[in-house]
Structure formats: C-alpha cells, structure tokens
C-alpha cells in the first residue's frame, strides 16, 4: 500500500477523502511507488509539484494526458496527482486523484478549459472603481454555482470610493442582484484587515482561489494574505481602469495558518460551464417570482402577466437569458447545433424573402 507522509501534506490542503482516493488510486494502478503531491503551477507543459516539503519539475505521462483529452479535460493547479521518477531521475505524474471540486469555463468555441481544482471557496474580485460590472460578476457567479465550492464576493479598492454614501448604493445595488445569503464584503485589498475579514475561510487545510478581472486587486490580495509581496501588481490603465496581466498564470502559494490560496490570471473572456439549473441558482430571484407569472410555461420575455419582468431589473434579466442560451448551446449534441444553424439560416432567408416583397423586388 502506498504510504502517504501526512503531516507535510496537510499544510499543502490534504484533506482524508483525497487521501483514500489517493491510495485507493494507487492500489489500483500498481502505483504503490509513487508520491502523492500537489499540482501548485502549472507552464505548457512543464508542471510544478509540492509534496509539502520541496518543490520540483514533473511532466504528465503521455497516457495520462490522452485519458484526461478522451474525458474532454486536463490537469489544472490544485490537483493531487501521484508522481514518481523514472531511472533517469526525471518525474513524471502518472494519475491524477479525482478532484473533490473542478472550476471549468469554456471558450467562445464551446471547448472546455480547467481554471482550478479541489478549491473550498472562490474570492469572486470586483473592484469598486473602473471595474465595477454587475453583469460578469454574475458571471462568474455562474462559473462556481453546482460545483460545491462556496462563493465569496469581495468588493475591492474600497478606498477609492469617495463617500461612504456611495459605497453603500453599491452594495445595495449588488445585494438586489446576488443570490440570497452571498457572502460579500468591501475592503482595501492592501491593508492587513482582510485576513481578519476572511479568517473563517483560512483554516487549515483549506483552499481558496482568487478570480476576477484583470486589475481587480486579485494578487494585492494574494500578498496581503501571504504576509509578503510574492506576486507582481501593476497599475490599471486610467481609461477603462483594466489591469494589464500582471499575473500570466495560475499559482498555488501556501499560508502561514495552513491554509492555501491560488491567484489566477484575469479573465478576458468568461463562459461558464454550467447547465440550466447552474445559471438558475445564480439568478434565484427569478426563480421565486417565475410561480407568479401569469402562464405557466412564461419566458420572461414578451408575455404579458409576467411577474419576473415587473420584478427583476432588465439589465439582470438580458444578462440572464443570455447565461440561458449560452448553456442550453453547449448540452446541444452536434445533430442538434446543426439542425439550430438550418433554422436560423431559413429564417434569415424567409426575412429577405419578405423584405424583397415589400420593396416590389423580384
């Protein structure tokens, strides 16, 4: 039976069930040899493994990694994986331990692509300057909802805000859009008072993953938990009030109380990997009004008697049917996005059709 070295390990975020199904992994493998580490980075191909104690360099076995391609996924910082070196002395990861909770967006292609694996809570961070936007923190919302990890607003640069007036329409305007009981707290991200206004997410053995737009104060953040500046931070652009990517990639640094926290770059683009029900449970004001409607199998659209458009801000609800669409497309099987474009390509034509006929075209 493999033998797992805990106490190391523990201050990498090893929880038992991952431990079990480490071992039982390696039962199962032949994989008795092998180490079990954590993925904390994570360059092309190039990882970098943590067992607690030292850091090193591994590559993921080719096998591997046309497994994780067949299951449409790939290996992302914060998993476990059982390691082992060859005669050569190079380390190879061998399995990966199924994650106990998996972040996946997709591109504007559909594909899938990890963020982070066996997080226990997201640090959703928006900034209150430039960067305050209602719509993609919905977004992002949507990226964690079903995925068992819990979700934490943090509203950066509170500083920044000039009155205390004005930053409470803000949270006023969020808390109107955010499901019940989301956690949410505005903080200047450079002083040391966020570690006290979080320290109920930084126990031992814990993860947390910092996302957000670029120039949100993510790393700020990273720095601040971590006691000392280890991630670089720039300047936002003062016309947008957009970061410029200070942070290229996904890093997993360990905590002083034994707790663990991931940066991640900004997200230029953000399509959640969420079904129906996921996007559902992220507009859950929505959900309570939609039994008012006057029909039953009401849209929310154009039916008249409808209690979510009177309820709900239009600007929440576009964004809504927009998060609806995006996911009812990607559970489409590939007959059916087919058969989607056919219709949208005759309707097109009817509408031309039509146009020719109205202007007396033949």
């Known amino acids: 039976m493999m033998n797992i070295d805990v106490e190391p390990l523990r201050s990498m975020g090893l929880?038992?069930?991952?431990?079990?199904?480490?071992?039982?992994?390696?039962?199962?493998?032949?994989?008795?040899?092998?180490?079990?580490?954590?993925?904390?980075?994570?360059?092309?191909?190039t990882l970098r493994l943590h067992d607690g104690r030292t850091e090193r360099e591994a590559r993921a076995l080719p096998r591997l990694v046309r497994l994780l391609a067949e299951a449409d996924d790939m290996l992302a910082v914060g998993d476990w994986v059982l390691a082992a070196e060859d005669a050569h002395g190079d380390c190879w990861v061998h399995a990966r331990v199924p994650p106990l909770t998996h972040l996946v967006r997709r591109d504007a292609d559909g594909r899938r692509h990890p963020v982070v694996s066996n997080v226990d809570t997201a640090l959703l961070v928006m900034g209150l300057d430039a960067d305050f936007n209602p719509r993609r923190l919905e977004r992002f919302l949507a990226l964690v909802q079903g995925s068992g990890v819990q979700p934490v607003i943090?509203?950066?640069?509170?500083?920044?805000?000039?009155?205390?007036?004005?930053?409470?329409?803000?949270?006023?305007?969020l808390r109107a859009r955010m499901?019940?009981?989301?956690?949410m707290i505005a903080v200047d991200t450079r002083d040391a008072d966020c570690v006290d206004r979080l320290a109920h997410h930084?126990?031992?053995?814990?993860?947390?993953?910092?996302?957000?737009?670029?120039?949100?104060?993510?790393?700020?953040?990273?720095?601040?938990?971590?006691g000392?500046?280890?991630?670089?931070?720039?300047?936002?652009?003062?016309?947008?009030?957009?970061?410029q990517h200070t942070t290229t990639a996904r890093t997993l640094f360990r905590l002083v109380g034994g707790a663990c926290v991931i940066d991640t770059p900004g997200l230029r683009a953000l399509?959640?990997?969420?079904?129906?029900?996921?996007?559902?449970?992220?507009?859950?004001?929505?959900?309570?009004?939609?039994p008012a409607c006057r029909f039953r199998n009401c849209a929310h659209q154009g039916e008249p008697g409808c209690a979510v458009r009177e309820g709900v801000d239009d600007?929440?609800?576009?964004?809504?049917?927009?998060?609806?669409?995006?996911?009812?497309?990607?559970?489409?099987?590939?007959?059916?996005?087919?058969?989607?474009?056919?219709?949208w390509k005759a309707r097109g034509r009817e509408g031309r059709t039509r146009l020719k006929m109205k202007r007396g075209e033949s």
């Open 15 to 45: 929880q038992p069930a991952i431990a079990q199904q480490a071992i039982a992994l390696a039962a199962a493998h032949g994989l008795d040899h092998a180490r079990l580490v954590r993925l904390v980075a994570l360059h092309r191909e």
């Open 154 to 173: 943090v509203l950066s640069k509170a500083d920044t805000v000039p009155d205390a007036a004005t930053l409470y329409c803000r949270i006023r305007e």
């Open 179 to 183: 499901p019940a009981g989301a956690e």
């Open 202 to 226: 930084l126990g031992e053995g814990r993860t947390l993953v910092l996302m957000g737009s670029s120039g949100a104060g993510k790393s700020t953040l990273t720095n601040t938990l971590l």
């Open 228 to 243: 000392t500046a280890l991630q670089d931070t720039g300047a936002v652009r003062e016309s947008d009030g957009r970061g």
């Open 271 to 290: 399509r959640p990997d969420a079904d129906a029900a996921d996007v559902a449970a992220t507009f859950d004001d929505i959900a309570r009004l939609a």
């Open 315 to 343: 600007d929440r609800l576009r964004n809504y049917h927009k998060l609806l669409r995006e996911a009812r497309r990607d559970t489409m099987s590939a007959l059916e996005r087919q058969q989607q474009v056919a219709l």
